[in-house]
Every structure is written in structure tokens, then in C-alpha cells.
């Protein structure tokens, strides 16, 4: 029987993001970063601005008819404040001494586009961070893991050594909801491959 699922497009360079798909079986058929503008509108609100992203990146691209394009942006807030990638070490130290002892907020919005429709989700995972004192902010500023990750952290890198607890999805916070996204590709078709064990 022919395949009569939709080519999937991962409209993403993130490492991570394919990392997670293939945790679900799910490979992408090409990987078409989007190029878009990711200033947030003034006085824009976390969530506005995590769904305008994701549904920016799904319109950018052109597709053909037989794919499908799937989009995701991931952002940390501190009440209505966005904490995008931190441009150097002095703002990634700001965003880590904000976050410390306290809890924020990571939302992830996915879009998946097919034909006319893009369907759009947000997933909202609240996260604590423990009180961070100087001279352990000075090695985690060290050892560089700050670098090109929203919020200045990367959850399944050195900060997890200041998580003591989440509520949400933690595969969200790494970069795309696991459970929602299969369930979003299975709507159109788009299965996972669960390779069998050989042991």
C-alpha cells in the first residue's frame, strides 16, 4: 500500500527538537529553518508572543502539497517579563540571579501546518529554581551552557542542578511537548517508527 502520509518539515535548526522526535520515533523528512524577525511587540505578553512565533515560523516557509510543517518556539517568563536567549554573560547572569529562589514560567507554542490549516498549541510548565549563590552562578557562567538557550538555561544541561521541581511538561521545557506534538502528527497521519528491541 502507498504511503499516503503528509512529508513531514522540521521548520527548525534545533538539535534538541530532533533529539525529542526521535524519542517518539518520529523523524523528519527535511529540516527547513525559518528566518523570521524574534523581537517581541512592545508591552507584548509571554504567551502572545510564544504563539505569534510558532505561527510566524509555520507561515514563513513555502511547502508543497503531500508536506507538512512543524514549528515550535519555546520562551521563559518572569511574570510579564520575557527572557529571551541571553546576548553575553552579564545578561545571562541577570536572568539566573532574577530566576533564582523563585519559580517562572516556560512556554512552548507548536504549530503544525497542513494545506489551509495550522493548528496551534501552548504548553505552559511552571518551573522553581533554587537560591543560586555567587560563586556557584560564577562556574555555571563558566562553563558556557548559558549560551543561545532562552531564559540563559538549558534544563537537561548544568541547571538541572538548580531544579529541584516542575509542574507541566519537562520535554517542553527542553524545546517540544512530546505527548501534544505526537497527537498533533497523528491527526494528520504522521505516526511514529518505534524500532523493535533486538536484544
Do not use: N
Given at each position: 500500500?502507498?504511503?499516503?502520509?503528509?512529508?513531514?518539515?522540521l521548520?527548525?535548526?534545533?538539535?534538541?527538537?530532533?533529539?525529542?522526535?526521535?524519542?517518539?520515533?518520529?523523524?523528519?523528512?527535511?529540516?527547513?529553518?525559518?528566518?523570521?524577525?524574534?523581537?517581541?511587540?512592545?508591552?507584548?505578553?509571554?504567551?502572545?508572543?510564544?504563539?505569534?512565533?510558532?505561527?510566524?515560523?509555520?507561515?514563513?516557509?513555502?511547502?508543497?502539497?503531500?508536506?507538512?510543517?512543524l514549528?515550535?518556539?519555546?520562551?521563559?517568563?518572569?511574570?510579564?517579563?520575557i527572557?529571551?536567549?541571553?546576548?553575553?554573560r552579564?545578561?545571562?547572569?541577570?536572568?539566573?540571579?532574577?530566576?533564582?529562589?523563585?519559580?517562572?514560567?516556560?512556554?512552548?507554542?507548536?504549530?503544525?501546518?497542513?494545506?489551509?490549516?495550522?493548528?496551534?498549541?501552548?504548553?505552559?510548565?511552571?518551573?522553581?529554581?533554587?537560591?543560586?549563590?555567587?560563586?556557584?552562578?560564577?562556574?555555571?557562567?563558566?562553563?558556557?551552557?548559558?549560551?543561545?538557550?532562552?531564559?540563559?538555561?538549558?534544563?537537561?544541561?548544568?541547571?538541572?542542578?538548580?531544579?529541584?521541581?516542575?509542574?507541566?511538561?519537562?520535554?517542553?521545557?527542553?524545546?517540544?511537548?512530546?505527548?501534544?506534538t505526537?497527537?498533533?502528527?497523528?491527526?494528520?497521519?504522521?505516526?511514529?517508527?518505534?524500532?523493535?528491541?533486538?536484544?
Amino acid at each position: 500500500m502507498a504511503d499516503t502520509r503528509p512529508r513531514l518539515i522540521l521548520g527548525s535548526a534545533s538539535p534538541r527538537r530532533l533529539e525529542l522526535l526521535a524519542q517518539i520515533g518520529i523523524t523528519p523528512d527535511a529540516l527547513r529553518p525559518a528566518d523570521i524577525d524574534e523581537t517581541p511587540c512592545k508591552a507584548e505578553p509571554p504567551r502572545d508572543y510564544v504563539r505569534r512565533m510558532a505561527a510566524e515560523k509555520a507561515a514563513a516557509l513555502d511547502l508543497a502539497d503531500d508536506e507538512a510543517l512543524l514549528t515550535a518556539d519555546t520562551t521563559v517568563a518572569v511574570g510579564r517579563r520575557i527572557l529571551g536567549k541571553p546576548a553575553d554573560r552579564a545578561e545571562a547572569a541577570s536572568f539566573m540571579r532574577l530566576m533564582s529562589g523563585r519559580r517562572h514560567v516556560v512556554l512552548t507554542a507548536i504549530a503544525l501546518r497542513y494545506g489551509p490549516r495550522t493548528a496551534l498549541r501552548l504548553v505552559e510548565t511552571k518551573v522553581r529554581m533554587r537560591s543560586i549563590d555567587q560563586a556557584a552562578l560564577e562556574r555555571y557562567l563558566d562553563a558556557g551552557d548559558w549560551q543561545g538557550k532562552a531564559g540563559g538555561y538549558a534544563i537537561q544541561g548544568a541547571a538541572a542542578a538548580f531544579i529541584p521541581w516542575l509542574e507541566g511538561s519537562f520535554s517542553a521545557v527542553v524545546g517540544l511537548p512530546l505527548s501534544e506534538t505526537a497527537a498533533m502528527l497523528a491527526a494528520i497521519g504522521i505516526h511514529p517508527k518505534i524500532k523493535e528491541d533486538t536484544r
